[in-house]
């Protein structure tokens, strides 16, 4: 992993998380894998239902239980340097969930904890989202915290922010957007 990042109040991009060839490898992993339509996700990190697809279009692929454990130690190890840098305390990481935005998949504004949650000992403090690939048009993730941030997905990047922020997935307009979204706590 390399750690060149850039950093400001409310977001952190790591943007070499992955090697193109660990990025390559998940790709086929995650197209090789079922999927089935993606849910709200609890705490457990289970689904407890559909999404409407007015809300949200994406699918989650259900990749095998070494490659999820892999990316969660990967993301374990960046507990100590994160609450550093957003300055809070963490336990644990939820997650890995593995998504695929086909054309027209989207979700829009929201948050994954809310911030009468944040005290609470499971909240959701952070959201990591890890761009496995770019080969696509839309899908950008807009970040709405103090301004907007169009943050434009780069292959092996990963973007960092709180989860109280309201965020969303723009409509991918070609390709296939494939990220790994979890959250830490």
């Not at 060149?4 to 090697?19: A, D, G, K, M, Y």
């Not at 390559?24 to 559909?50: A, D, F, K, W, Y």
């Amino acid at each position: 992993m390399n750690c060149e990042s850039e950093t400001n109040q409310e977001v952190w991009t790591i943007r070499s998380f992955l090697s193109t060839v660990e990025a390559n490898q998940l790709l086929s992993s995650v197209r090789g894998s079922p999927v089935i339509r993606s849910g709200l996700t609890n705490r457990s990190g289970s689904q407890e239902g559909l999404m409407d697809e007015q809300v949200r279009k994406s699918y989650t692929a259900l990749v095998p239980p070494d490659i999820q454990e892999c990316i969660r130690n990967r993301l374990l190890c960046l507990k100590g340097p994160l609450e550093r840098k957003f300055e809070v305390s963490l336990s644990d990481y939820e997650g890995p969930i593995f998504l695929r935005y086909l054309p027209g998949g989207f979700f829009i504004p929201h948050r994954d904890e809310s911030p009468e949650n944040i005290t609470r000992h499971l909240s959701r403090k952070l959201t990591a989202t890890i761009f496995v690939n770019d080969e696509f048009q839309g899908g950008g993730l807009a970040i709405h915290s103090f301004s907007t941030q169009l943050i434009q997905p780069l292959a092996g990047s990963m973007v960092v922010f709180r989860s109280t922020s309201f965020h969303e997935v723009k409509p991918v307009i070609s390709g296939e957007r494939i990220t790994i979204i979890g959250w830490f706590r």
